[in-house]
């Protein structure tokens, strides 16, 4: 049911994790493989390794932010990284990030001497200025991707910025350049907080904010590129359960990419989405992931096919959560009142805003047209 073609390559499910420190070396990707994840992204490996900050990763119960740059490996050690990585199988992307054409095309090469099944090319670091300029030129992005595609045999895949003005048009550069799938989105720039009392920022730089912070932002970016470019997509950005799996395919992903959960709650947490991705499939009749790809779409509309018709809120005949007033607060127009253990709704006063629909905890109201 789960087992997909994505780049190329056969993965027996569309749970790919993430690059990122928790697939540093040969030995967290080999334990990455075995937690059942359909394939596996190295952290991302650059020409010259870098020393690590400290502190460089926090987090809270919403996500995190992470200042490691790339991979302290340097190149050639990854021929022995990648050996250890694919002892016992299993599909290993290799994550590559350079300044150059030049840079990446050394990087990618060496990388499939060494046994890496595809490459993804990351065009954007949330950490510093330079990259995440580049990620927003698409001319940059085209021959970045073409010089790859033309040096080795592998799938390309390129890793999109969500810091961007049109992230379709570096999309479609990308597939102009022979790329095979865009994955989409990086860690976003960001400070995760401030300790008032000690007028200190979480981490004393900016970072890459990840989990639940993005998953809007993420999904926006994948539908935006499902309906403008003709190119696979793997999506990412907080992603903890199989149904946040499903909705990035029902947005056009073909397969996503999980990180920050990950590193939160353990491999384990693999074997957890990948079984509530299968149930939910199998409780709605779907047979294959390619079933469920795009399915929501068709009821993603621009704002200018945004109905103007008037609305209002409608009670159901279901009881009010016990103590609950969130509605009357929230509505804004005034229009909510409550009597007794039920709530009323003035449809002369309700401007059909739907906020009361996803306030309320019985999803006892709801919009008629």
């Keep these: 049911m789960l087992k997909t073609n994505f780049l190329g390559l056969e993965l027996k499910n569309p749970l790919i994790i993430a690059a990122g420190p928790w697939n540093r070396d040969g030995e967290s990707l080999k334990q ?10 190295t952290e991302s490996i650059v020409s010259d390794a870098l020393l690590d900050v400290r502190p460089r990763i926090a987090c809270d119960e919403n ?28 599909v290993v992307i290799a994550s590559v990030s350079a300044h150059t054409p030049s840079e990446l095309v050394y990087l990618a090469s060496k990388l499939e001497k060494f046994g890496a099944d595809a490459i993804e090319i990351s065009v954007s670091n949330p950490m ?5 300029v580049v990620a927003s030129h698409a001319n940059v992005v085209y021959e970045m991707t073409k010089e790859v ?5 592998l799938p390309v895949m390129v890793k999109l910025s969500q810091n961007t003005t049109n992230i379709s048009k570096v999309a479609k550069a990308v597939k102009a350049a022979g790329g095979s799938c865009v994955s989409a989105i990086n860690a976003v720039r960001g400070i995760l907080g401030v300790d008032i009392e000690n007028a200190q920022p979480t ?9 639940e912070y993005i998953r809007p932002l993420g999904l926006a970016s994948v539908a935006t590129i499902s309906q403008t470019v003709d190119i696979p997509i793997c999506g990412i950005g907080g992603i903890s359960s199989g149904r946040h799996a499903i909705e990035y395919m029902m947005m056009g992903a073909s397969a996503v990419q999980v990180g920050t959960t990950v590193m939160l709650e353990g491999r384990k947490s693999v074997e957890r989405m990948v079984s509530e991705l299968e ?21 993603l509309k621009s704002f200018d096919e945004m109905k103007i018709e008037p609305a209002v809120s409608t009670v159901k005949s279901v009881p009010c959560t016990e103590n609950c007033d969130k509605c009357r607060v929230a509505c804004l127009y005034g229009a909510i ?13 309700c401007s059909g805003c739907g906020l009361c629909t996803f306030i309320c905890p019985a999803k006892k109201l709801n919009l008629e047209w």
């Design 32 to 41: 990455s493989i075995a937690s059942g994840a359909g394939a596996v992204v």
């Design 63 to 90: 996500g995190a932010q992470n200042i490691r740059l790339y991979s302290d490996i340097q190149i050639e050690s990854w021929e022995r990284e990648m050996g250890i990585a694919k002892s016992n199988g299993g």
């Design 128 to 132: 510093g200025e330079g990259l995440e």
């Design 149 to 153: 595609v033309a040096a080795v045999k």
């Design 203 to 211: 981490l004393s730089t900016y970072g890459g904010i990840s989990g």
């Design 279 to 299: 149930g939910w499939m199998d409780s709605h009749g779907y047979t294959s992931v390619e079933d469920i790809r795009g399915k929501a779409l068709e009821n």
């Design 337 to 349: 009142t409550r009597e007794s253990d039920n709530v009323v709704v003035d449809s002369n006063k």
